[in-house]
Structure formats: C-alpha cells, structure tokens
C-alpha cells in the first residue's frame, strides 16, 4: 500500500466516507456491459447454482440449477448460459474497422467495439475461470455430449479470464476492482472484497456514515454475499430443504414445478441485492471522466476479441490446459510489459497517482526559472538544437546527473539531467532537451517549455518496449523439460463408483464440482487423456 492511499484511508475513516485516489477513470466502461452475477454451491468444487446475467438493470435473466450435484443439470445450465452471453459477444462481430500498420503501408482490420463483462469480485473471475476450464474440453457427440454452445462457452469464459489477467485490461472486470482503483475506505483490504460493504463506504445511504453502512452490510439479512460463495445461514436454513424438496417431488410434476419456484425465489432474493449493487457501481464510474490513454488500452482488448474470434471461426483448438514452457515465458513477458506500460499510463493520466511517484522520487514538480530554445550543440558531425531550460522545485529530486526524465505533457520530448543544485529550501534543475521540436535548428513555438510554465518530469518512460527473444517451441532446452512430447488418449474406463470415490473427478462433471452422483461420466475419453497429462492431483484437474 502506498503512503498516499494509507493517507486517504486514515481520511475515510475519520470523514465516515470513502476518499477518491483518482480524478479519472483508469479502465474503460462499455455503453452495455453484460454484468454477471454467479452463486456456486458451498461444498462444492465451483458447481453452479445460479446466476443473474443481462446488459441492463431491467433485463436481468435467471438461471438456476436446483439439484447442483446432478451432472446433466449443470451442463444444461452452461448451456443456458451460452444462450445468454454468446449472442451477446455476437453482436459485437458485425463491423471491422481498418488499422494502418508498417508506418500506414498496410491495414488490418478489428471489430469496431468489443464486449465487456463484470462480476461482482475477483472471487467471479476465479468462478468464470473455472467454469471455463471444466466446459471448453467436452464434446457435443461421443458417448457424453453436451450441447454444441457448451464448449464454446468454455473457451470464451476462458479468454476472458486470461484477459482479466493482463494489466490496463477492460474485457473482465470483478467490481471491488475497479471501485478501489479509484476510491480508498476506512476498511481493510481484505474487507474491500465485500461489495455491499465497499459500496457502502463509497456511496452512504443518506443518514448513515460508511462505516455504519458497512457495518449494516454485514448483515447476510440485509445484504446477502455478493457471491459465488453463499450464506451458510442461508445455505442450512432455506436453500437445503427447498433443494430437497425438488428432489422428493420427483414423481409430481405440480409440486415439481412448485418446488422450482421456490427455489427461484430464494435465489433471485440472494442475487438481487448484488445485482442492483453492480449497476450502481457502473453508476459510480461513469462519473469519473475516462483517462486520456484508456481508449488505447481498449483498442488492445478489441485486437484480442477480434484475434480470438477469428480463430473460433477458423476452428482453432481450445487453450491448452497448461502451457508449456516457452508459451508460458511469453505469457509472463507480455503481462510483465503490460504491468509497467499500465503503471505508466496511469501515472501519467493522473496527477494523484504521479504524486505517489514523486513521494518515491521518481518525480517532480517544478516552475521554468530559465529557457535557452535556441542553443545548438556543435560538438559533434553536426549541429543539433538541444534547448536547455532550468527547473526550481521545492520537492526532492533523487535522480542522478546524466539520467533521461520525460514530461506527460510532451510525450516526444527527452529531457537529460545536466546540473542539479540544491539551495534555500529548494533545488534547481538544469535540463538538456531533445526530441519533439522537429528536425531543424529553430525549435517551433510551443515545443519549448517557456518561463513561468509548471510542469512534471518524471523517470517513467512510455516508450516502446522491444519484445523478449524466445525459442521456438520444438527448440525448448531441456532445462525446462525439452520440447513437449505430444500427449496420447489413455483408453479403458474407469469404473462410476471410482469417481464417487475419488470426488467424481475422473467424470466430466468434475470440472464444476465433486460428487456429482453415480455413475457421472465415468470412462469418458476427454477426461482421461487429460488426466494423463496432470500431475496426479484430481481436484486440480477439472476445478
């Protein structure tokens, strides 16, 4: 935690209200974002029991499964949801925009929009993953279909979660989030996690202070958990009988049906709140107005829809279970680029996160004393314009003689530490500028900071990143396992009762949950052959 955000924490608590650590919005807000609140049956390893999924606060659809355990009603819920969210994704594929590329010799073209879900918290994105994982594997024949949306839903699912990971990223975004992105609480991190609770501070119902909202949120009554996870009150008292009921009416077709609308009403009571919660978030956010470099990181979420898209039409493969040793280098060298670029970005959008960088010293903030624009540097082959200009700030300046600094408000300009020379409370800063002010000896007007001008200089450094050099998979050293031996289906089945007893994880079921019930996919040759490749541990197979 930085020093600024302990500050504006230790305000929250003693103003009864949440304090903003930004004055712009640092992710994108989608025009109609498909919100997505998921529930999950306690007990069990991800197994779905419901969701509430639509793109408008008045078109919320209801998906429920009433007996969580049973194999067939869960994949008839992924099912239900791809009905949800695939046409969703597809109505974002109808137009192409045009990209120049190679310095405008050549174009490419991307989907002009992309689609965006939200979840209520992290602990969704870990939900949508794993719901992924277990579902973008089956088959829609064989000896254990499910239906053809099923696995396209899977493999969709898991490339937004694999987005959620990459820095500066829109495409899925858990609401605590971005809510502290942008707001610090009177609470502790840990209990930032609570949506009702984090929404309380940010926004107090009128009368109340945010720790008092907070503390009226903790009430599973009140405020039920905004999920995957469920209230073990609620879980003992109101969700088991009415699942048992379901399951004694079996032979009723009337009190079949009455059972499953009580239990949509339990459901839609626990989802609701949250639901409401989720809108008033997108509410929050819309107020702040977007960072100037948020667009650009947009445009990086729409190359990967249209990348991903175009290869579910080429029929490419599902994302690997995990990947081998070169795919997961460069995955870690993209998201550790992607890491620094977004640091960057951010700072430089936001005067209240490049204060945190000038409390480090990697920043100042000073007033031009001195301007030298028409200074030309001839001890080399040829002249050059490098202007020089003095800087007094009354902050501290760590940087060393000779480093490279840069201005967020004059991206192409370079600025080299020349003399730094500390006196009266206050330290002069003569810079040698270059870059920026055109290829001629006379700087154009406005290119040169001038007397009296305020500005920021900083050692962060947006400037292209040149990727890592990598081996080609088939040449992967043997330090890392060599290259990967393709791997070879595992025939014969497994008895039913061994997935019972092994936590159902040789069925297919086992991907949302263990202990689906007998006889649950047992022998399917998906799941084998992916067993042959795991490292033994059977819950991590399909959870």
Not at 72 to 81: S, V
Not at 187 to 195: A, G, T, Y
Request: charged share 20%; aromatic share 6%.
């Amino acid at each position: 935690m930085s020093t600024l955000r302990a500050l504006a924490r230790a305000q929250a608590l003693a103003a009864g209200v949440a304090q903003p650590v930004a004055t712009v919005r640092h992710l994108h807000l989608a025009e109609r974002p498909l919100v997505l609140v998921p529930l999950a049956m306690a007990g069990e390893a991800n197994a779905p029991l419901a969701a509430l999924v639509g793109d408008a606060p008045d078109a919320g659809r209801l998906l429920i499964v009433p007996q969580p355990r049973n194999r067939d009603q869960r994949f008839a819920f992924a099912a239900e949801l791809a009905a949800a969210v695939l046409p969703y994704l597809d109505g974002f594929r109808g137009v192409a925009e045009a990209v120049p590329v190679d310095r405008g010799r050549d174009v490419r073209y991307r989907y002009v929009d992309a689609p965006q879900l939200l979840v209520p918290n992290p602990a969704g994105v870990t939900f949508l993953r794993l719901l992924g994982r277990s579902t973008r594997f089956r088959r829609p024949d064989g000896e254990y279909p499910v239906h053809p949306s099923v696995p396209v839903l899977g493999r969709w699912l898991t490339f937004f979660a694999e987005r959620a990971e990459h820095p500066g990223s829109s495409a899925l975004v858990a609401m605590t989030d971005a809510l502290t992105l942008h707001w610090a609480t009177g609470q502790s991190p840990v209990e930032d996690l609570h949506l009702p609770a984090l929404t309380g501070w940010i926004d107090p119902p009128a009368g109340l202070t945010g720790a008092e909202a907070a503390a009226r949120a903790e009430d599973p009554a009140v405020c039920p958990p905004a999920g995957p996870a469920t209230d073990p009150d609620f879980d003992n008292h109101r969700l088991a009988p009415a699942i048992a009921a379901y399951a004694a009416a079996e032979d009723d077709p009337v009190a079949r049906a009455e059972a499953y609308a009580e239990l949509e009403r339990l459901l839609r009571g626990q989802l609701a709140p949250t639901w409401e919660l989720m809108w008033r978030g997108v509410g929050l956010l819309r107020g702040l107005p977007p960072g100037a470099r948020v667009a650009g990181r947009w445009d990086g979420d729409k190359d990967a829809f249209t990348g991903y898209a175009e290869h579910v039409d080429a029929g490419g493969a599902p994302q690997p279970r995990r990947d081998g040793a070169v795919a997961a280098a460069q995955r870690l060298h993209r998201l550790e680029r992607a890491q620094t670029s977004y640091a960057v970005q951010r700072a430089y959008d936001d005067p209240l996160v490049m204060a945190e960088h000038r409390l480090t010293g990697e920043a100042f903030v000073g007033e031009v004393t001195l301007a030298d624009p028409k200074r030309v540097d001839d001890t080399g082959k040829r002249p050059v314009l490098r202007p020089r200009v003095q800087v007094v700030t009354t902050e501290p300046v760590l940087v060393p003689i000779g480093a490279t600094l840069h201005s967020p408000t004059r991206l192409a300009q370079k600025a080299r530490v020349v003399f730094v020379t500390p006196a009266d409370g206050r330290t002069e800063v003569v810079l040698e500028l270059s870059g920026g002010m055109g290829r001629g000896l006379t700087a154009p007007p406005g290119s040169v900071p001038e007397v009296g001008e305020r500005l920021c200089y900083t050692t962060l450094s947006d400037a292209f990143m040149p990727a890592g050099a990598f081996p080609a998979v088939e040449e992967t050293p043997w330090t890392h396992g060599g290259p990967p031996v393709p791997a070879s289906p595992v025939s014969g089945p497994t008895p039913a009762s061994a997935g019972l007893e092994a936590g159902a994880s040789a069925g297919p079921g086992a991907g949302v949950g263990a202990g689906l019930g007998a006889g649950v996919g047992a022998g399917d040759p998906t799941v084998t052959a992916l067993a042959a490749e795991s490292d033994g541990d059977p819950a991590e197979e399909w959870a």
